[in-house]
């Protein structure tokens, strides 16, 4: 009975010590991993902020761009028939659109999907509203009836999918 309370006398304190250092070790091993992990999100948002910031802008350029009434006094030609101009305006939208593609990985599937429907309407616009016209008429033509039907409507499609990605902008790039 001596021999084991000598014993517990010795190895208690041993024990004792011995959980004492684990649980300093095992401290100090998960705070060197918590700051190795905020070095490594650190690095990552010095690398991807960059290239978010620059998916919106062009993003926002490329609606801008696509914004009828911007469209259509880029794209505007004298010389051209309605069905010219209607072929060069659909195609000016696919090409942009197309170009800015590999931006829908940093936006949110509800942001793409209303930029998609935002591409989609103005086509729309411009094929009704070409179809209300003689091919052979002045493209001229078209681009007044493009602008007066942007005047009967109540809200620009494209506004309002621009309101929605500055909106996402803010909310994802600056409140990281």
């Given at each position: 009975m001596n021999t084991t309370l000598e014993f517990?006398?010795?190895?208690?304190?041993?024990?004792?010590?011995?959980?004492?250092?684990y649980l300093m070790v095992k401290s100090f091993l998960q705070k060197e991993m918590d700051e190795?992990?905020?070095d490594i999100k650190n690095e990552n948002i010095k690398i991807t902020l960059p290239l978010k910031l620059q998916a919106f802008e062009r993003m926002c350029l490329f609606l801008e761009r696509i914004t009828p009434g911007n469209l259509v006094l880029r794209l505007s030609d004298n010389s051209l028939n309605v069905k010219e101009f209607q072929q060069i305006l659909i195609n000016e939208i696919r090409e942009e659109f197309s170009h800015n593609l590999s931006q829908q990985i940093?936006?949110?599937?509800?942001?793409w999907e209303g930029i998609?429907?935002?591409?989609?309407?103005?086509?729309?616009l411009i094929n009704t509203s070409a179809e209300q016209l003689n091919g052979d008429e002045k493209g001229i033509e078209l681009a007044k009836l493009i602008f007066a039907r942007l005047s009967e409507q109540e809200s620009d499609p494209v506004a309002a999918i621009l309101v929605k990605v500055k909106q996402e902008l803010r909310k994802d790039v600056f409140n990281q």
């Amino acid at each position: 009975m001596n021999t084991t309370l000598e014993f517990l006398k010795l190895i208690l304190p041993a024990a004792i010590v011995l959980y004492a250092m684990y649980l300093m070790v095992k401290s100090f091993l998960q705070k060197e991993m918590d700051e190795k992990a905020l070095d490594i999100k650190n690095e990552n948002i010095k690398i991807t902020l960059p290239l978010k910031l620059q998916a919106f802008e062009r993003m926002c350029l490329f609606l801008e761009r696509i914004t009828p009434g911007n469209l259509v006094l880029r794209l505007s030609d004298n010389s051209l028939n309605v069905k010219e101009f209607q072929q060069i305006l659909i195609n000016e939208i696919r090409e942009e659109f197309s170009h800015n593609l590999s931006q829908q990985i940093y936006m949110s599937d509800a942001v793409w999907e209303g930029i998609r429907n935002c591409v989609e309407d103005v086509i729309a616009l411009i094929n009704t509203s070409a179809e209300q016209l003689n091919g052979d008429e002045k493209g001229i033509e078209l681009a007044k009836l493009i602008f007066a039907r942007l005047s009967e409507q109540e809200s620009d499609p494209v506004a309002a999918i621009l309101v929605k990605v500055k909106q996402e902008l803010r909310k994802d790039v600056f409140n990281q």
